[in-house]
C-alpha cells in the first residue's frame, strides 16, 4: 500500500500528488515538494501534523 498526499489538502492552491512507499518517505517527499514548489523552507511540527493528517493509504 502507498501512502498519497493531495498537496491540495495540506492547504495549497496545488494539484501535486506525493506518493511514497512508507509514512517517513511521504513525509520527506512532501517536505522537498513544499520547499521547491512553494518556497517553504522551514518544516514545521504544525506542516508536518498536518501532512500526516491528510495522507492517505491507496
Ligand atoms: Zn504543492
Known sequence: MEKVIHCRDVGFDCNGVIK??????ALT???EHARKVHGVTEITPEIV???KAVMKEE
Open 49 to 51: 501534523d498536518k501532512i
Open 29 to 31: 517527499l512532501a517536505a
Open 20 to 25: 511514497a512507499k512508507n509514512e517517513k518517505e
